[in-house]
Nanobody, 127 residues
Framework: QVQLVESGGGLVQAGGSLRLACAASGRTFPNYAMGWFRQAPGKEREFVASIRWSGGSTYYTDSVKGRFSISRDSAKNTVLLQMNSLKPEDTAVYYC????????????????????WGQGTQVTVSS
């Protein structure tokens, strides 16, 4: 089993920055990838960014390109999401997820391929 624990959410003014972390514990898989998703009230969960653990290939949704950056700390089994130039529309609960299998990068934007999910962390951006 795998446990994912997010941290780093909070309240920030528009234009500010936050860094989210997701610590993974338990077993690991050779071809796994991790992703960040978010869900605003009344909306569906949407993809934000993903990263392959081996090789570090990344993929972003268009709305966060140039503002958000996903990275990994292999020694700590942690994936990070640096969020800059935050906007009120970035307000949501942010979830990290882990996929055990290898896919092409664009497939990691699909919620259904992820096997494990964290409990979420709230990010609120005030205008």
């Amino acid at each position: 089993q795998v446990q994912l624990v997010e941290s780093g959410g909070g309240l920030v003014q528009a234009g500010g920055s936050l860094r989210l972390a997701c610590a993974a514990s338990g077993r690991t898989f050779p071809n796994y990838a991790m992703g960040w998703f978010r869900q605003a009230p009344g909306k569906e969960r949407e993809f934000v960014a993903s990263i392959r653990w081996s090789g570090g290939s990344t993929y972003y949704t268009d709305s966060v390109k140039g503002r958000f950056s996903i990275s990994r700390d292999s020694a700590k089994n942690t994936v990070l999401l640096q969020m800059n130039s935050l906007k009120p529309e970035d307000t949501a609960v942010y979830y990290c997820a882990l996929s055990k299998r290898y896919y092409s990068d664009s497939y990691y934007s699909t919620t259904g391929i992820y096997d494990y999910w964290g409990q979420g962390t709230q990010v609120t951006v005030s205008s």
